[in-house]
């Protein structure tokens, strides 16, 4: 049988630096760039942290969790790992691409694991215009904010807009508003993975509007064109006990 090389990334608090200690001290390692599998220890932020840095070597994440949520994390045990990871089952993800084009004429690109949100800069509300494969679908929102979400980053910033959660097995995306103004009744779209999002900004000098792909931030934008990067996969690693699917259900029906 294939030898699984292993190495262990941590969060930066005491709690998950000293579970990799544990576990690197337990089992046989390697450096992130020489292993099979990459263990992440901290919560669902640093899975997203993990995610984005390892994104190019297009090797497996497993979880385990030492943050609060851990959504996306598996139960922490420094027992039988190796045969745990032998085990998980797979889920594969696919990032949005982002492309912005700002006021002073340049463009922009990053890849989003969660979302892509558009907020506004100052005390005025934004307008946007928004337009799904060449359709305008509302030709005007004022907002604070609009994002499109994947599955996993549903249940991130995209729940506390009041956005749906979406199983991470369900080919769709949630686009959602953040504290919409006019019109006032709409609440969001579920939209078939493949569809192309445009945000236009209406009167970006006076009401400017930034976008952010995850952790990356792009100021003063005009337009934001918005796509599933179909070419990335990313994948996690869950304990089959885990049992992602019931987690996400619970969730939406949690008080």
């Not at 840095?53 to 979880?63: A, D, K, L, S, T």
């Not at 982002?98 to 509300?125: C, F, H, P, W």
Request: aromatic share 6%.
């Amino acid at each position: 049988m294939k030898k699984t090389n292993i190495a262990f990334v941590a969060t930066d608090t005491a709690q998950a630096k000293g579970a990799r200690a544990a576990l690197q001290s337990r089992y046989a390692h390697v450096p992130p760039s020489k292993a099979d599998v990459i263990v992440a220890i901290g919560g669902d932020g640093f899975m997203l942290e993990t995610l984005h840095r390892f994104m190019n070597r297009g090797v497996p994440i497993y979880g385990l969790n030492q943050g609060s949520v851990g959504f996306l994390m598996n139960e922490f045990s420094d027992g039988d790992l190796k045969a745990r990871v032998a085990k998980a089952e797979t889920v594969t993800l696919h990032p949005l691409r982002m492309t912005v084009k700002t006021a002073d004429g340049k463009t922009r690109r990053a890849i989003a694991v969660n979302e892509v949100s558009l907020l506004r800069e100052t005390y005025q509300a934004a307008k946007v215009r928004i337009t799904v494969d060449k359709v305008v679908r509302l030709d005007e929102l004022i907002c604070d904010g609009v994002l499109i979400s994947t599955p996993a980053g549903s249940t991130a910033y995209n729940l506390s807009a009041h956005g749906p959660i979406l199983p991470l097995s369900a080919e769709v995306l949630a686009l959602t508003p953040i504290s919409a103004f006019r019109p006032r009744r709409w609440r969001g779209a579920i939209l078939p993975r493949s569809a192309k999002v445009r945000f236009d900004v209406l009167e970006n000098g006076k009401r400017p509007v930034s976008a952010v792909a995850d952790h990356t931030e792009v100021r003063d934008v005009v337009s934001v064109d918005v796509r599933e990067d179909s070419m990335r996969s990313l994948k996690l690693l869950f304990d089959p006990e885990h049992d992602l699917e019931e987690r996400i259900l619970n969730e939406q029906f949690a008080p």
